[in-house]
Every structure is written in C-alpha cells, then in structure tokens.
C-alpha cells in the first residue's frame, strides 16, 4: 500500500515539473500565452440557480408544531385544490409522466347538472336524525346488547343519493366507457338504472359483472325513478363486438320517447337482439346507456327494420348518435355489464344472424429447445422429455 501511494506522489510531481518546462520554453521564444489556467470539472456540474421559489420553501420544517392545522377535511381539500391550480414553474412527477392535454381538450362533463343540497339543510337533518336515535329506547338497547342491525336497502339508498353517481363515474372510466363511446367527454350518472334479466329478475345489471349470453338472451326489464311526464331514451350498445371496424359498435337495443319510467310504452326504434361475443375474443362490454329528453324526438332517420338480423344495419356509433340529438337528450343513467362466447352464440349467428360463425384463435409458436446434449451435467431428470417424439436423434431414450 505504501508502494502505491508513493509511486502515485512521484507521478503527480513529475507532471507538475513537466507542464512547468514547457510554460517557461513557450514565454522565452515569444510566444503569445491565450491559454487559460486549468480549472476544476467540479465548477461544470454545479446546479443552475431555481426558476422560481421551490415549493413548501416556507415551510420551517424545524418547528412544524407552529404550522396552522386545517382542522377538518373539507379545509384541508380545498386547500389541496388550491395548491394544485396554482400556477407554478415546476412540474410534478404526474405531470411529467401524464403529460396533460390543452385546456380546450379537457374531458367535458356532458351530463345532466348536479344541484348541491345546502348545507345548513344537511347539517339539520343530521342533527334531528341524531337527536331521535338518542331518544330512541329500544335503539339504544340493540346496540348495547349488540343485536342492532343495519338495512342495508336503506343504505343502498343514501350511498345511491350521496356518493353513488361519483363511483359509477369512477368505474366506467376504469372500464373505458367515456373513452370509447363519448370521447374526449363524460357524464355522472345521476339517475339509478335497475337492469334485470330473467323472468325472476335473478340476473342483474351492475357495473362490471359478468352475465352470460344465455342469461341476456331476452329483453331485460328496466326501472329508474322519473317524473311522471317525463321523456327518456334507452340503449345498449357494445363497443367491443364489431367484426371488421375497431372504431364501430353494434346496437342491441334502442328505445325512445318512454313516458315516465315505463319502458314498454316507448318507442322501439331497433328491437333486442341477445349479445353475440364471438369465440376467443374473451370478455366484451355491454353498456345501457339512459338519456333525459328535453321534448318529443323524430328518431324516424335511425329506425331500424323489425326484425333486423343485418350486422350491417346494426352498426353504430353511440357519439354520432349523440351529436345528432345533442340539443334534445342529455345523458343521465348508466349500467354496464360483461359477457363471453357460450354455446348459445353459435345459435344467434347460424339462426338469427344466418352467417357463418368468426372464431378467433392464436397460433402459439413452438417451444424452443436448445439441442439435446449427450452428458446434460446439472439438468433436471425430465430433461430428456423435452425430444421424446422429435425427428432429431436422441440420446438415452429407449
């Protein structure tokens, strides 16, 4: 170690003296010195001063139990949201990740609007609700005997009055409903769509659950709260089913002009025909989408033949419909369900459809095995059964 150290001090020395003879023999022959003085690389990687204040530099984070608490949450949101809106010159890691469109390209809620209860309103019913449930005997007895129990039809209900609309939001997009029906738009579904297939309404429409083709294969029957002289329009449509256009769907079902919450009295303007996912194309959505009507609309241009078993005919474009209608229906419920092949799909496409049925397979490439060799050292005892059956000779395989 020594060695070292010493032979790398007489290197160091030796240089020095060398670039010094040289200096001395340029300024003796009169040559002009422009060079500059050798500097340190570290000078170069030094950071570029910030653009601006960095963000939370105010905060003195050696005394945080000065800092103001928000004190409930709802001051701690709006005070997040503020913050997020807040025009600043850096850039966080979602920002740099999800590099966000323009302005005039943001997402455009489409739906009917939300009109915020108010809040002194919500606070006094909470505070009778609670005043009743302490003055209530035989509640309080349940619950210290512990056999109180929840109806859970009544919570169904707050959730669907409260939160619900917000987290059917939340899954369509999960599931790419708006992407692919209303691009570049959205819509919160504020009224409760109820769905129900079969006779006993024991198959059931949710957000996501898989039904099989058998179990859709009638008419559903379909409820939601409306006024009594209200107009609404209903479709079922998949985006995923079309067998030459990715960009095209297949309608299923088309009701307008309903009255009220009766589905029946309305207007058939392409009747039902069952989902039909074909084989090996695996789970594909199936969307019922309600629309609020703001009057009476011709949809005499959108008729379809009854009975319509023409794929061609049957093709469609939920967002043309839209803009075709935009002044005059407003989307308002939503409910989605998923569904593959079965054996009843071969019946709609060779009896309804009367066409040969697509099937859709994946030719899998061979496995890949290296040569066999002679003396396999350190493989496995079944190695020998990766060439059982090959053309190629092998080696200890009687």
């Known amino acids: 170690m020594c060695a070292v150290v010493t032979l790398c001090v007489c290197s160091k020395m030796a240089l020095q003296r060398t670039v010094g003879r040289l200096w001395r023999i340029g300024g003796d022959l009169g040559v002009k010195n422009n060079a500059r003085p050798f500097t340190t690389a570290a000078v170069l990687c030094r950071r570029a001063a910030p653009l601006g204040p960095m963000p939370n530099e105010d905060i003195d984070w050696q005394n945080l139990e000065s800092l103001e608490k928000y004190r409930s949450y709802t001051r701690y949101l709006t005070a997040a949201e503020e913050a997020n809106n807040k025009e600043v010159w850096w850039k966080t890691y979602r920002k740099h990740v999800n590099k966000q469109s323009d302005a005039g390209l943001e997402p455009v809620n489409i739906g009917l609007p939300h009109c915020q209860p108010s809040r002194t309103k919500e606070v ?141 009295s309305g207007e058939e303007v392409c009747h039902y025909i069952a989902p039909f996912p074909s084989k090996g194309t695996g789970f594909q959505r199936y969307v019922f989408i309600l629309f609020k009507q703001d009057t009476h609309v011709d949809y005499s241009n959108d008729v379809r033949p009854s009975p319509c078993y023409c794929l061609k ?86």
Not at 133 to 161: G, H, M, S, Y
Not at 189 to 195: A, G, I, N
Request: no cysteine; hydrophobic share 30%; charged share 25%.
């Open 124 to 264: 006094r019913e909470r505070k009778r609700v609670m005043r009743e449930n302490r003055q209530n005997p035989d509640l309080e007895r349940a619950a210290r005997l512990r056999t109180f129990r929840i109806p859970l039809d009544r919570v169904k209900a707050e959730w669907e009055k409260t939160n619900g609309p917000y987290h059917i939001q939340r899954l369509a997009d999960h599931y790419g409903i708006y992407r692919d029906l209303f691009p570049m738009a959205y819509f919160v579904p504020r009224v409760m769509l109820r769905v129900m297939y079969g006779d006993d309404n024991s198959a059931a429409v949710h957000y996501g659950n898989h039904l099989s083709p058998t179990q859709a294969s009638v008419a559903p029957h379909v409820s939601f709260e409306a006024e009594e002289n209200s107009l609404w329009t209903l479709l079922l449509t998949s985006p995923d089913e079309h067998l030459q256009d990715g960009e095209q769907e297949y309608i299923h079902w088309l009701v307008g002009n309903i009255s009220g919450n009766a589905v029946h």
């Open 313 to 398: 005919q049957r093709s469609f474009k939920t967002v043309e419909f839209y803009k075709k209608h935009e002044g005059l229906i407003t989307p308002a419920g939503l409910a989605f369900f998923q569904s593959q092949w079965d054996e009843s799909v071969t019946s709609t496409f060779h009896t309804l459809l009367n066409m040969r049925e697509p099937v859709f397979e994946y030719d899998r490439p061979p496995v890949y095995h290296p040569p066999q060799r002679k003396y396999p050292h350190g493989q496995p005892l079944r190695y020998m059964d990766r060439y059982r059956g090959g053309k190629e000779h092998t080696y200890g395989i009687y």
